[in-house]
């Protein structure tokens, strides 16, 4: 469904910003990328800032006039990095995503489009558009990289869209649990934990095993409320390991600390 908006690009003079935007969108779940008159496409360079979206690239529509590049679109949104002074409906980026995502649930197609980089769009094409969309810059350096600023916008639709599809913005659970080091370790390991932690103890000195003060009880509920991971664990067994060859002079493997 955000197939249906297309990204239109006019008169681009860096090729290398049409593949950045066609990377930003491939990154988002877009693939509609029109160019109008663009000055030097396609290009090598073009293609090494897309990295992967090559794809996007290959498919995108070479036009010569905006009017064809908007072409069964029933919403346009022109965006600009200063004010005109044309007085406009003047959207944020996240407003613009929501017109967005209600314009292609009721089954229309949608225009994001973008200016030249030295001079953006001209006061002509802006009012082929129905609304106006400025990112709110910092107004002393208003002005974003035209790939940058594609970016932004798409990123704001995808939110829009994952929004409506009840879709979650982190990583799920089940996603999270692929990488074997944020795994919760097991009441197992724990327990052999605990083993090791004791023999440290007194092997320090720390745990008289005659005066045992509930030092292991407590020590259980502390590390019981930290939902240790896999690789929390192997820094605490790491560091027993390494206190016990001190304790008992015994030499040090040399070790990264890149844990
Ligand atoms: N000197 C031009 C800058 C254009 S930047 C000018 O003043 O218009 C190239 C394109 O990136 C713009 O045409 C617009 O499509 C987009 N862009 C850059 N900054 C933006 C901003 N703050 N808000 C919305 N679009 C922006």
Known sequence: MLQNIRVVLVNTSHPGNIGGAARAM?????NRLVLVDPQEFPSPKADARASGATD????????????EALVGCSLVFGTSARDR???????????????????????GEVALVFGREYAGLTNQE?????FHVHIPSDPEFGSLNLAAAVQVLVYEARMAWLAAHDQPTKMTKLEAGADVNAQPVTADELEQY???????????????????????????RLYGRADVT?????????????????VRGEPHKRRENDV
């Open 85 to 107: 002074h044309i007085p406009w409906p003047l959207l944020d980026p996240r407003e613009t995503a929501s017109k967005c995502l209600e314009q292609i649930q009721a089954g």
């Open 194 to 220: 605990f083993v090791h932690l004791e023999q440290t103890l007194i092997e320090i000195g720390f745990l008289i095993p005659e005066r045992p003060r509930h030092l292991m009880s407590r020590l259980r």
């Open 126 to 130: 802006l009012q082929r558009c129905h």
């Open 26 to 30: 491939k990154n988002m779940g877009l």
């Open 230 to 246: 896999r690789l929390e664990m192997n820094i605490l067994r790491g560091i027993l390991t390494e206190t016990q060859k001190t």
């Open 56 to 67: 996007v690239l290959e498919a995108a529509q070479v036009v010569a006039t905006l009017e």
